[in-house]
């Protein structure tokens, strides 16, 4: 029998979907279907598949061919996000294989963090009785900023190794 799970996960809280994802798959319960903020998992074999996220940059049938190729399903997609796995051979599922690639991935992921609280921050200080756009804009850019430091530091450290 499958179980469904309602769940709200924020935009820049993507590896802490993935850790979810993975813990749940440890419990034998495997990602079928994605959903907004719904989750559709079928009963399998503890542990077996491995999870990632990724915000792509646009759709790119050949991109994700090459990740079926290299052994990595697509299990699901929510707007730009798609749901990633694996089969469990023991190590970490990566996706990116070095700094500028996961420094790409965080930019993406800013860039329409910023995008949406500009918009809502623009509508609550344009139009009467926005005060929920005001607050929503500047919760998703105060949200965001964590990463947006996560990221500085990962583009600093990695120009000091340069």
Same mark, same amino acid.
Request: with cysteine.
């Given at each position: 029998?499958?179980?469904? @799970?309602?769940? @709200? #996960?924020? /935009?820049?809280?993507?590896?802490? $979907?993935?850790?979810?994802? +993975? $813990?749940?798959?440890?419990? *034998?319960?495997?990602?079928?279907? @994605?959903?907004?903020?719904?989750?559709? #998992?079928?009963? *399998?074999?503890?542990?077996?598949?491995?999870?990632?996220? !990724? =915000? /792509?940059?646009?759709?790119?049938?050949? &991109?994700?061919?090459?990740? !079926?190729?290299?052994?990595?399903?697509?299990?699901?997609? /929510?707007?730009?996000? @798609? &749901?990633?796995?694996?089969? +469990?051979?023991?190590?970490? #599922?990566? /996706?990116? %294989?070095?700094?500028? %690639?996961?420094?790409?991935?965080?930019?993406?992921?800013?860039?329409?963090?910023?995008?949406?609280?500009?918009?809502?921050?623009?509508?609550?200080?344009?139009?009467? &009785?926005?005060?929920? +756009?005001?607050?929503?804009?500047?919760?998703?850019?105060?949200?965001?900023?964590?990463?947006?430091?996560?990221?500085?530091?990962?583009?600093?450290?990695?120009? =000091?190794?340069?």
């Amino acid at each position: 029998m499958n179980k469904v @799970v309602h769940k @709200v #996960f924020l /935009l820049w809280d993507w590896e802490k $979907e993935a850790a979810w994802l +993975n $813990e749940m798959s440890r419990q *034998g319960w495997q990602l079928r279907r @994605v959903g907004w903020c719904r989750y559709e #998992f079928e009963p *399998g074999e503890p542990g077996r598949w491995q999870y990632q996220l !990724e =915000m /792509l940059q646009k759709n790119d049938p050949d &991109y994700l061919a090459f990740l !079926e190729d290299t052994g990595i399903q697509v299990v699901g997609r /929510l707007f730009r996000w @798609v &749901y990633l796995r694996r089969e +469990n051979d023991g190590t970490p #599922f990566e /996706l990116f %294989s070095d700094t500028d %690639s996961i420094l790409r991935h965080m930019d993406r992921v800013l860039t329409l963090c910023y995008l949406l609280g500009g918009i809502n921050l623009f509508l609550g200080a344009s139009a009467p &009785y926005s005060l929920i +756009n005001l607050v929503l804009g500047a919760a998703i850019c105060l949200g965001a900023l964590p990463l947006a430091l996560r990221r500085h530091r990962l583009a600093r450290r990695r120009k =000091m190794q340069e």
